[in-house]
């Protein structure tokens, strides 16, 4: 593992500097899973669910969350993304709905905490919806799965 960036030689919290960083091509890829009952994966599925159209709002939360990271996650660049995109995929083993995200930049920092971020707000986004209807939904597992682009390269995550 290497040395924590975000803390100065006194352990006080900093902004990293990118400014002697590369600019590269980086991307991030990151999913998540709620999990709920099947009568309430039969709302989403019929679209029948009192709020709306879940996965469509789920979609656009994760979109707008991911351009917003900086705003959330403290020590966070805010980035100029060219691309997020975010996929919502009902399941019937396991209960629940499958959250996917890409994010993409040009640029000297990379975008796995805004792929992260959006994953999470969509898996969010969508209990809020049917809470009413499912309180015991869970959220997780969140993982990044690949990291391109940067000095380190590309990463993936191992299988389980």
């Known amino acids: 593992m290497s040395e924590l960036t975000h803390l100065n030689e006194k352990g006080e ?4 500097d990118v400014s002697e960083k590369d600019v590269t091509h980086r991307t991030a890829r ?6 709920m009952a099947p009568a309430t994966l039969d709302l989403v599925e019929t679209g029948t669910a009192k709020k709306g159209d879940v996965l469509a709002t789920a979609r656009i939360a994760g979109i707008m969350a991911a351009k ?5 996650i403290p020590l966070c660049h805010p980035l100029l993304l060219s691309k997020v995109a975010v996929d919502l995929a009902p399941s019937r083993a396991p209960v629940g709905i499958s959250v996917a995200a890409e994010v993409r930049v040009t ?8 792929a992260l971020t959006a994953v999470s707000v969509a898996c ?3 209990y809020d919806m049917l809470k009413a209807a499912d309180k ?6 969140v993982r990044l ?3 391109t682009g940067g000095r380190s390269g590309t990463w993936h995550a191992t299988s389980d």
């Open 13 to 16: 919290a900093r902004m990293v």
């Open 30 to 35: 990151a999913e998540g899973f709620i999990t």
């Open 68 to 72: 917003r990271t900086h705003e959330l």
């Open 107 to 114: 640029g000297q920092t990379g975008v796995e905490m805004e």
């Open 124 to 126: 969010l986004t969508v």
């Open 136 to 141: 015991g939904m869970i959220i997780g597992p």
């Open 145 to 147: 799965i690949e990291k």
